[in-house]
């Protein structure tokens, strides 16, 4: 089992930064990937940003691409996204997943955080 805690949302201005952050717990070396995923009212989860554990290969969504930046601390077992240049359209519940494979879609992952809810305010 693998146990994830999102936190860091809130509310910010457009143009403004927020730095999530993902704590994973437990068989935490039987995960490859790291994805952050998010999930607007009425809209179906997309992918947001995702990295390979064993190398650290990071890959974005092209919406967030140039003002994301997925990164983390071995140490610490945890996972940040910081998120710069904040739209309106970024607004939604964002879920960090664990996953064999390093892959963009939900399914793929199988265990889930409970989600952090960032409002990006225009």
């Known amino acids: 089992q693998v146990q994830l805690g999102e936190s860091g949302g809130g509310l910010v201005q457009a143009g403004g930064s927020l730095r999530l952050s993902c704590a994973a717990s437990g068989r935490t070396f039987s995960f490859n990937a790291i994805g952050w995923f998010r999930q607007a009212p009425g809209k179906e989860r997309e992918f947001v940003a995702r990295l390979k554990w064993t190398t650290g290969i990071t890959y974005y969504a092209d919406s967030v691409k140039g003002r994301f930046t997925i990164s983390r601390d071995n140490a610490k077992n945890t996972v940040y996204l910081q998120m710069n240049s904040l739209k309106p359209e970024d607004t939604a519940l964002y879920y960090c997943?664990?996953?064999?494979?390093?892959?963009?879609?939900?399914?793929?992952?199988?265990?889930w955080g409970q989600g952090t809810q960032v409002t990006v305010s225009s």
């Open positions: 997943a664990s996953g064999p494979y390093f892959s963009g879609v939900p399914r793929d992952y199988n265990y």
